[in-house]
Protein backbone atom coordinates (compact mmCIF):
# COMPACT_ATOMS: atom_id res chain seq x y z
CA UNK A 1 0.00 0.00 0.00
CA UNK A 2 1.41 3.23 -0.53
CA UNK A 3 2.54 5.67 1.59
CA UNK A 4 -0.34 8.64 2.80
CA UNK A 5 -0.76 11.50 0.50
CA UNK A 6 -1.34 14.95 1.94
CA UNK A 7 -1.09 17.46 1.05
CA UNK A 8 -1.09 20.31 -2.37
CA UNK A 9 -3.18 37.59 -11.77
CA UNK A 10 -3.10 38.98 -9.13
CA UNK A 11 -6.03 42.34 -9.47
CA UNK A 12 -4.14 44.76 -7.80
CA UNK A 13 -0.63 44.08 -8.88
CA UNK A 14 -0.88 40.23 -10.06
CA UNK A 15 2.04 40.02 -11.03
CA UNK A 16 0.55 40.95 -14.56
CA UNK A 17 3.87 41.67 -16.34
CA UNK A 18 3.29 45.51 -16.28
CA UNK A 19 4.36 46.42 -12.69
CA UNK A 20 7.97 47.56 -11.72
CA UNK A 21 8.51 45.13 -9.12
CA UNK A 22 7.54 41.01 -8.96
CA UNK A 23 5.40 39.88 -6.32
CA UNK A 24 8.43 38.31 -4.46
CA UNK A 25 10.32 41.62 -4.78
CA UNK A 26 7.21 43.09 -3.14
CA UNK A 27 7.45 40.61 -0.49
CA UNK A 28 4.43 38.73 -1.46
CA UNK A 29 3.64 35.28 -0.94
CA UNK A 30 0.30 34.98 -2.82
CA UNK A 31 -0.42 31.26 -3.06
CA UNK A 32 1.09 27.66 -2.37
CA UNK A 33 5.41 27.98 -3.01
CA UNK A 34 5.19 31.32 -3.55
CA UNK A 35 4.55 33.30 -6.85
CA UNK A 36 4.50 30.81 -9.61
CA UNK A 37 4.92 27.85 -7.50
CA UNK A 38 8.70 28.73 -6.95
CA UNK A 39 9.68 27.98 -3.62
CA UNK A 40 12.27 31.08 -3.85
CA UNK A 41 12.87 34.05 -3.05
CA UNK A 42 16.05 36.32 -2.55
CA UNK A 43 17.50 38.22 -0.47
CA UNK A 44 16.32 36.93 2.94
CA UNK A 45 19.54 36.91 4.59
CA UNK A 46 18.62 34.39 7.36
CA UNK A 47 20.28 32.84 9.70
CA UNK A 48 22.12 29.55 9.24
CA UNK A 49 21.08 27.93 12.55
CA UNK A 50 17.98 28.71 15.07
CA UNK A 51 16.39 27.09 17.64
CA UNK A 52 12.59 27.06 19.09
CA UNK A 53 13.53 25.93 22.37
CA UNK A 54 15.68 28.31 23.29
CA UNK A 55 14.38 30.94 21.02
CA UNK A 56 17.66 32.00 18.81
CA UNK A 57 16.72 32.77 15.68
CA UNK A 58 12.93 32.98 16.36
CA UNK A 59 10.96 36.32 16.06
CA UNK A 60 8.05 34.66 17.20
CA UNK A 61 5.94 31.53 17.81
CA UNK A 62 2.07 31.61 18.46
CA UNK A 63 0.34 28.82 18.55
CA UNK A 64 -2.59 28.24 15.74
CA UNK A 65 -5.66 26.37 16.46
CA UNK A 66 -7.31 23.28 15.16
CA UNK A 67 -5.04 20.75 12.87
CA UNK A 68 -3.90 21.87 9.08
CA UNK A 69 -0.64 21.14 6.66
CA UNK A 70 -1.65 24.12 4.64
CA UNK A 71 0.90 26.94 3.97
CA UNK A 72 0.96 30.28 5.08
CA UNK A 73 0.39 32.90 2.56
CA UNK A 74 1.49 36.10 2.38
CA UNK A 75 0.38 40.06 0.86
CA UNK A 76 1.87 43.02 2.22
CA UNK A 77 2.06 42.55 5.48
CA UNK A 78 -0.61 40.20 6.05
CA UNK A 79 -0.81 36.66 6.64
CA UNK A 80 -3.44 34.35 6.09
CA UNK A 81 -3.76 30.60 7.40
CA UNK A 82 -6.38 27.88 7.34
CA UNK A 83 -7.36 25.49 9.43
CA UNK A 84 -9.72 22.98 11.03
CA UNK A 85 -10.65 22.86 14.26
CA UNK A 86 -12.40 19.61 16.04
CA UNK A 87 -14.95 19.77 18.13
CA UNK A 88 -13.06 16.67 20.10
CA UNK A 89 -10.26 19.21 20.91
CA UNK A 90 -6.79 17.55 20.22
CA UNK A 91 -7.13 16.68 16.71
CA UNK A 92 -4.12 14.53 15.83
CA UNK A 93 -2.50 13.16 12.66
CA UNK A 94 0.47 10.30 12.66
CA UNK A 95 3.18 11.47 10.86
CA UNK A 96 6.50 9.18 9.31
CA UNK A 97 7.25 7.13 6.72
CA UNK A 98 4.76 4.01 6.62
CA UNK A 99 2.64 2.40 4.35
CA UNK A 100 -0.94 2.54 6.06
CA UNK A 101 -3.97 3.87 4.57
CA UNK A 102 -6.62 4.04 6.66
CA UNK A 103 -8.44 7.07 7.84
CA UNK A 104 -9.00 8.80 10.62
CA UNK A 105 -11.54 8.40 13.17
CA UNK A 106 -12.66 12.02 13.89
CA UNK A 107 -15.63 12.78 11.88
CA UNK A 108 -16.66 15.29 14.68
CA UNK A 109 -18.69 18.64 13.96
CA UNK A 110 -15.70 20.91 12.48
CA UNK A 111 -15.34 24.43 11.92
CA UNK A 112 -13.54 25.06 9.06
CA UNK A 113 -11.71 28.68 9.30
CA UNK A 114 -9.49 31.61 7.79
CA UNK A 115 -6.99 33.45 10.13
CA UNK A 116 -5.69 36.62 9.31
CA UNK A 117 -2.16 37.87 11.43
CA UNK A 118 0.41 40.50 11.22
CA UNK A 119 3.17 38.71 9.24
CA UNK A 120 5.94 40.56 11.52
CA UNK A 121 4.23 40.68 14.79
CA UNK A 122 2.12 37.50 14.61
CA UNK A 123 -1.22 39.63 16.25
CA UNK A 124 -4.17 38.02 14.71
CA UNK A 125 -6.23 40.48 12.62
CA UNK A 126 -9.18 38.24 12.14
CA UNK A 127 -10.90 34.80 12.04
CA UNK A 128 -13.69 34.02 9.92
CA UNK A 129 -15.21 30.68 10.03
CA UNK A 130 -15.92 29.62 6.67
CA UNK A 131 -18.59 26.21 7.52
CA UNK A 132 -19.05 24.77 10.41
CA UNK A 133 -20.45 20.64 10.72
CA UNK A 134 -19.07 16.58 10.52
CA UNK A 135 -16.96 16.32 7.81
CA UNK A 136 -18.60 14.98 4.41
CA UNK A 137 -15.28 12.78 4.08
CA UNK A 138 -12.78 10.88 5.79
CA UNK A 139 -8.98 12.05 5.65
CA UNK A 140 -6.14 9.88 5.96
CA UNK A 141 -4.43 9.44 9.60
CA UNK A 142 -1.45 11.33 8.30
CA UNK A 143 -3.73 14.13 7.07
CA UNK A 144 -6.14 16.76 8.15
CA UNK A 145 -8.96 18.38 6.72
CA UNK A 146 -7.27 21.50 5.77
CA UNK A 147 -4.55 20.64 3.38
CA UNK A 148 -5.12 23.27 1.06
CA UNK A 149 -2.61 26.07 0.89
CA UNK A 150 -5.19 29.43 0.39
CA UNK A 151 -4.12 31.82 -2.45
CA UNK A 152 -4.66 36.09 -2.47
CA UNK A 153 -4.08 39.03 -4.72
CA UNK A 154 -3.82 41.25 -2.04
CA UNK A 155 -7.68 42.31 -2.38
CA UNK A 156 -9.17 38.87 -1.71
CA UNK A 157 -8.64 35.39 -0.15
CA UNK A 158 -9.60 32.12 -1.27
CA UNK A 159 -9.87 29.01 0.57
CA UNK A 160 -10.90 25.57 -0.87
CA UNK A 161 -11.90 23.46 1.84
CA UNK A 162 -12.78 19.66 -0.39
CA UNK A 163 -15.95 19.00 0.24
CA UNK A 164 -16.79 21.49 2.30
CA UNK A 165 -16.37 24.06 -0.59
CA UNK A 166 -14.66 26.83 -2.33
CA UNK A 167 -14.78 30.45 0.38
CA UNK A 168 -13.83 33.88 -0.99
CA UNK A 169 -13.40 36.77 1.22
CA UNK A 170 -11.47 40.41 1.26
CA UNK A 171 -8.13 40.80 2.94
CA UNK A 172 -10.57 42.39 5.34
CA UNK A 173 -12.72 39.64 6.38
CA UNK A 174 -15.66 40.54 4.62
CA UNK A 175 -17.68 37.77 3.34
CA UNK A 176 -17.80 37.69 -0.78
CA UNK A 177 -19.11 34.42 -1.89
CA UNK A 178 -18.62 30.44 -1.45
CA UNK A 179 -19.33 27.41 -4.29
CA UNK A 180 -19.82 23.96 -3.34
CA UNK A 181 -17.93 21.90 -5.87
CA UNK A 182 -19.29 18.88 -4.80
CA UNK A 183 -18.43 16.21 -2.92
CA UNK A 184 -14.64 15.03 -3.71
CA UNK A 185 -13.85 11.42 -3.08
CA UNK A 186 -10.11 11.23 -3.27
CA UNK A 187 -8.20 8.18 -1.90
CA UNK A 188 -6.53 5.15 -3.32
CA UNK A 189 -7.21 4.87 -7.01
CA UNK A 190 -6.90 0.91 -6.69
CA UNK A 191 -8.89 0.93 -2.93
CA UNK A 192 -11.75 2.85 -3.58
CA UNK A 193 -12.73 2.72 -0.41
CA UNK A 194 -10.33 4.85 1.29
CA UNK A 195 -10.82 8.28 1.62
CA UNK A 196 -7.94 10.43 1.85
CA UNK A 197 -8.88 13.76 1.68
CA UNK A 198 -7.92 16.62 -0.79
CA UNK A 199 -4.91 18.53 -1.20
CA UNK A 200 -4.75 20.71 -3.94
CA UNK A 201 -4.53 24.09 -3.60
CA UNK A 202 -6.64 27.03 -5.52
CA UNK A 203 -4.87 29.48 -7.81
CA UNK A 204 -5.68 33.24 -8.68
CA UNK A 205 -5.12 33.97 -12.64
CA UNK A 206 -6.52 36.69 -14.82
CA UNK A 207 -9.37 37.38 -12.56
CA UNK A 208 -10.51 33.98 -11.75
CA UNK A 209 -10.07 30.71 -8.97
CA UNK A 210 -8.93 28.07 -10.80
CA UNK A 211 -8.90 24.43 -9.06
CA UNK A 212 -8.00 20.92 -9.44
CA UNK A 213 -10.49 18.62 -8.40
CA UNK A 214 -9.34 15.09 -9.62
CA UNK A 215 -11.27 12.13 -7.62
CA UNK A 216 -12.28 8.76 -7.94
CA UNK A 217 -15.45 9.25 -10.65
CA UNK A 218 -16.32 12.88 -12.08
CA UNK A 219 -13.01 14.94 -12.24
CA UNK A 220 -12.74 18.25 -13.27
CA UNK A 221 -10.96 21.47 -13.11
CA UNK A 222 -13.15 24.28 -12.65
CA UNK A 223 -12.57 28.54 -13.40
CA UNK A 224 -14.73 30.73 -11.03
CA UNK A 225 -14.64 34.48 -11.42
CA UNK A 226 -12.92 36.00 -8.58
CA UNK A 227 -15.04 38.59 -7.28
CA UNK A 228 -18.71 36.88 -7.76
CA UNK A 229 -17.84 33.22 -7.65
CA UNK A 230 -19.79 32.49 -11.02
CA UNK A 231 -18.44 29.39 -13.10
CA UNK A 232 -16.65 31.00 -16.19
CA UNK A 233 -15.53 27.11 -17.53
CA UNK A 234 -15.86 23.61 -16.32
CA UNK A 235 -13.35 20.65 -18.20
CA UNK A 236 -13.96 17.23 -17.18
CA UNK A 237 -11.22 14.97 -16.49
CA UNK A 238 -10.72 11.70 -17.50
CA UNK A 239 -8.43 11.43 -13.89
CA UNK A 240 -7.76 9.23 -10.80
CA UNK A 241 -7.81 11.07 -7.42
CA UNK A 242 -4.56 13.44 -7.50
CA UNK A 243 -3.40 16.07 -4.88
CA UNK A 244 -1.19 18.66 -6.89
CA UNK A 245 -1.91 21.99 -7.53
CA UNK A 246 -2.24 23.45 -11.12
CA UNK A 247 0.22 25.96 -12.21
CA UNK A 248 0.05 29.01 -14.85
CA UNK A 249 3.01 28.70 -17.25
CA UNK A 250 3.01 32.44 -18.43
CA UNK A 251 4.68 32.08 -21.98
CA UNK A 252 4.95 34.51 -24.43
CA UNK A 253 2.98 33.36 -27.11
CA UNK A 254 0.47 31.94 -24.88
CA UNK A 255 -0.25 31.01 -20.99
CA UNK A 256 -0.53 27.47 -20.61
CA UNK A 257 -3.08 25.93 -17.40
CA UNK A 258 -0.25 22.94 -16.02
CA UNK A 259 -1.99 20.34 -14.57
CA UNK A 260 -0.12 16.96 -12.49
CA UNK A 261 -2.16 13.69 -13.52
CA UNK A 262 -1.79 9.89 -12.88
CA UNK A 263 -3.23 9.16 -16.37
CA UNK A 264 -1.27 12.71 -18.23
CA UNK A 265 0.11 15.74 -17.04
CA UNK A 266 -2.08 18.12 -18.92
CA UNK A 267 -1.81 21.55 -20.77
CA UNK A 268 -4.68 23.80 -20.99
CA UNK A 269 -5.83 26.88 -21.69
CA UNK A 270 -6.43 28.91 -18.91
CA UNK A 271 -9.22 31.69 -20.55
CA UNK A 272 -11.29 28.60 -21.97
CA UNK A 273 -10.37 25.59 -20.32
CA UNK A 274 -9.42 23.88 -23.80
CA UNK A 275 -7.32 21.40 -23.18
CA UNK A 276 -3.90 21.94 -25.29
CA UNK A 277 -1.53 18.69 -24.87
CA UNK A 278 -1.43 15.79 -22.93
CA UNK A 279 1.63 13.55 -21.84
CA UNK A 280 1.09 10.33 -20.21
CA UNK A 281 3.53 8.30 -18.47
CA UNK A 282 3.06 8.91 -14.98
CA UNK A 283 2.72 7.74 -11.62
CA UNK A 284 -0.90 6.10 -10.47
CA UNK A 285 -0.77 8.57 -7.42
CA UNK A 286 0.77 12.33 -8.53
CA UNK A 287 1.10 15.20 -5.92
CA UNK A 288 3.83 16.90 -6.54
CA UNK A 289 3.18 20.96 -8.12
CA UNK A 290 4.41 22.17 -11.72
CA UNK A 291 7.12 24.24 -11.78
CA UNK A 292 9.19 26.49 -14.50
CA UNK A 293 12.12 28.43 -15.39
CA UNK A 294 14.08 29.66 -18.64
CA UNK A 295 11.40 28.14 -21.19
CA UNK A 296 10.80 24.48 -18.96
CA UNK A 297 8.38 22.99 -17.24
CA UNK A 298 9.29 20.29 -14.49
CA UNK A 299 6.49 17.57 -13.63
CA UNK A 300 7.31 14.65 -11.54
CA UNK A 301 5.69 12.01 -9.38
CA UNK A 302 6.95 9.76 -6.92
CA UNK A 303 5.00 6.22 -6.68
CA UNK A 304 6.47 3.53 -8.17
CA UNK A 305 7.65 2.01 -10.67
CA UNK A 306 7.20 4.90 -13.03
CA UNK A 307 8.58 7.57 -10.31
CA UNK A 308 9.44 9.96 -13.56
CA UNK A 309 10.98 13.34 -13.82
CA UNK A 310 9.91 15.30 -17.22
CA UNK A 311 11.28 18.85 -18.07
CA UNK A 312 8.55 19.97 -21.11
CA UNK A 313 8.98 22.87 -23.44
CA UNK A 314 6.27 24.74 -23.92
CA UNK A 315 4.20 25.33 -26.74
CA UNK A 316 3.15 21.64 -27.18
CA UNK A 317 0.10 20.42 -29.17
CA UNK A 318 -1.67 16.83 -29.01
CA UNK A 319 -0.39 14.03 -27.43
CA UNK A 320 3.33 14.18 -26.51
CA UNK A 321 3.79 11.03 -24.46
CA UNK A 322 7.43 9.47 -25.39
CA UNK A 323 7.41 6.22 -27.30
CA UNK A 324 8.87 3.08 -25.48
CA UNK A 325 12.54 3.83 -25.11
CA UNK A 326 12.50 7.19 -25.90
CA UNK A 327 13.79 10.18 -23.27
CA UNK A 328 12.98 12.98 -25.32
CA UNK A 329 11.11 14.39 -28.31
CA UNK A 330 10.41 17.73 -29.45
CA UNK A 331 8.28 18.74 -26.68
CA UNK A 332 9.98 16.68 -23.94
CA UNK A 333 13.74 18.62 -23.17
CA UNK A 334 14.67 15.40 -21.15
CA UNK A 335 13.25 12.68 -18.65
CA UNK A 336 13.97 10.29 -16.22
CA UNK A 337 12.31 7.48 -14.37
CA UNK A 338 12.75 6.49 -10.92
CA UNK A 339 13.95 9.76 -9.57
CA UNK A 340 10.52 11.25 -8.87
CA UNK A 341 9.64 12.42 -5.81
CA UNK A 342 6.19 11.30 -3.77
CA UNK A 343 5.13 14.43 -2.09
CA UNK A 344 7.04 17.45 -2.50
CA UNK A 345 7.34 19.59 -5.42
CA UNK A 346 10.60 20.06 -6.92
CA UNK A 347 12.57 22.96 -6.71
CA UNK A 348 14.65 24.86 -9.50
CA UNK A 349 17.20 27.04 -8.59
CA UNK A 350 19.98 28.98 -10.28
CA UNK A 351 20.01 26.15 -13.39
CA UNK A 352 19.60 23.26 -11.27
CA UNK A 353 16.68 20.94 -10.77
CA UNK A 354 16.44 19.27 -6.95
CA UNK A 355 13.76 17.08 -6.31
CA UNK A 356 13.54 15.46 -2.81
CA UNK A 357 11.47 12.39 -2.20
CA UNK A 358 9.64 11.29 1.08
CA UNK A 359 12.26 8.86 1.92
CA UNK A 360 15.00 11.86 2.16
CA UNK A 361 16.88 11.12 -1.24
CA UNK A 362 17.08 14.45 -2.55
CA UNK A 363 18.26 14.40 -6.63
CA UNK A 364 19.97 17.31 -8.20
CA UNK A 365 19.73 17.67 -12.15
CA UNK A 366 21.22 20.16 -14.42
CA UNK A 367 17.84 21.88 -16.04
CA UNK A 368 18.95 22.21 -18.98
CA UNK A 369 20.90 19.20 -20.08
CA UNK A 370 19.04 16.63 -17.28
CA UNK A 371 22.23 15.61 -16.54
CA UNK A 372 22.18 14.02 -12.92
CA UNK A 373 24.97 15.48 -10.56
CA UNK A 374 23.74 13.67 -7.35
CA UNK A 375 21.07 11.20 -5.68
CA UNK A 376 22.12 11.36 -2.18
CA UNK A 377 20.02 10.79 1.24
CA UNK A 378 20.01 14.02 3.60
CA UNK A 379 21.04 12.80 6.44
CA UNK A 380 17.40 12.92 8.78
CA UNK A 381 15.23 10.71 11.15
CA UNK A 382 13.17 8.12 10.69
CA UNK A 383 9.71 10.35 9.88
CA UNK A 384 10.97 11.63 6.07
CA UNK A 385 9.94 14.68 4.30
CA UNK A 386 6.50 16.11 3.29
CA UNK A 387 6.67 19.47 2.94
CA UNK A 388 8.43 20.97 -0.50
CA UNK A 389 11.70 22.45 -0.08
CA UNK A 390 12.08 25.80 -1.01
CA UNK A 391 15.78 28.17 -1.52
CA UNK A 392 17.21 31.53 -0.58
CA UNK A 393 20.59 33.31 -1.17
CA UNK A 394 22.27 30.14 -2.23
CA UNK A 395 20.62 27.90 0.07
CA UNK A 396 17.77 24.92 0.20
CA UNK A 397 15.41 24.70 3.10
CA UNK A 398 14.34 21.08 3.72
CA UNK A 399 11.23 20.76 6.25
CA UNK A 400 11.18 17.40 8.00
CA UNK A 401 8.06 15.96 9.15
CA UNK A 402 9.84 15.49 12.93
CA UNK A 403 10.38 19.32 12.87
CA UNK A 404 13.86 19.58 11.68
CA UNK A 405 15.12 21.98 9.25
CA UNK A 406 17.88 20.98 7.19
CA UNK A 407 19.77 23.78 5.22
CA UNK A 408 22.01 22.96 2.82
CA UNK A 409 23.90 24.78 0.34
CA UNK A 410 22.98 24.84 -3.27
CA UNK A 411 24.79 23.63 -5.96
CA UNK A 412 26.10 20.34 -7.71
CA UNK A 413 27.13 18.23 -3.88
CA UNK A 414 24.83 17.84 -1.39
CA UNK A 415 26.44 19.79 1.31
CA UNK A 416 24.53 20.00 4.89
CA UNK A 417 24.87 23.93 6.56
CA UNK A 418 22.97 23.11 9.84
CA UNK A 419 19.85 21.03 11.37
CA UNK A 420 17.51 23.34 13.35
CA UNK A 421 14.92 21.85 15.46
CA UNK A 422 11.30 23.25 15.64
CA UNK A 423 10.39 20.93 18.62
CA UNK A 424 6.86 19.65 16.94
CA UNK A 425 6.13 17.79 13.53
CA UNK A 426 5.95 19.84 10.48
CA UNK A 427 3.76 18.99 7.27
CA UNK A 428 3.69 22.64 5.69
CA UNK A 429 5.63 23.52 3.02
CA UNK A 430 7.75 26.89 4.43
CA UNK A 431 6.79 30.40 3.17
CA UNK A 432 9.48 33.36 2.97
CA UNK A 433 8.88 36.91 3.37
CA UNK A 434 11.22 40.57 3.20
CA UNK A 435 13.94 38.20 5.43
CA UNK A 436 11.68 35.96 7.19
CA UNK A 437 11.23 32.03 6.92
CA UNK A 438 7.39 31.03 8.15
CA UNK A 439 7.24 27.52 9.26
CA UNK A 440 3.60 26.11 10.10
CA UNK A 441 4.21 23.51 12.68
CA UNK A 442 1.40 20.63 13.88
CA UNK A 443 0.35 23.39 16.53
CA UNK A 444 2.76 26.69 15.93
CA UNK A 445 3.11 28.91 13.62
CA UNK A 446 6.98 29.92 13.76
CA UNK A 447 9.09 33.29 12.08
CA UNK A 448 12.93 32.37 11.50
CA UNK A 449 15.16 35.90 11.00
CA UNK A 450 18.12 37.60 12.01
Not at 32 to 49: H, I, N, Q, T, Y
Not at 75 to 99: H, I, M, N, Q
Amino acid sequence: MAKSVLLPVLLLCIGCHQCPLSAEEKGHWPSFRGPDASGVSEGMKLPDKWDAATGEGIRFKVEIPGLAHSSPVIWGDRLFLTTAVSSKGEASFKPGLYGSGEASEDRSVHEWQILCMDKKTAKILWTKTATKGAPKDKRHIKATYANATPATDGEHVVALFGSEGLFAYTVKGEFLWKKDLGRMDVGAYDLPSYEWGTASSPIIYDGKVIVQCDQQKGSFLLAADLKTGKTVWTTPREELPSWGTPTIYPGKERAELITNGSNFIRGYNPATGEELWRLGGSSKITAPTPVFSDGLIIVSSGRGPQRPVFAIRPGATGDITLRDGETGNNFIAWSKTRRGGYMPTPLIYRSEVYVLNNDGILACFDLKSGTEHYADRVPHRSFGFSASPVAADGKIYLAGEDGLVFVLEAGTKLKLLAVNPLGEPLMASPALSDGTLYLRGSRHLFAVGK
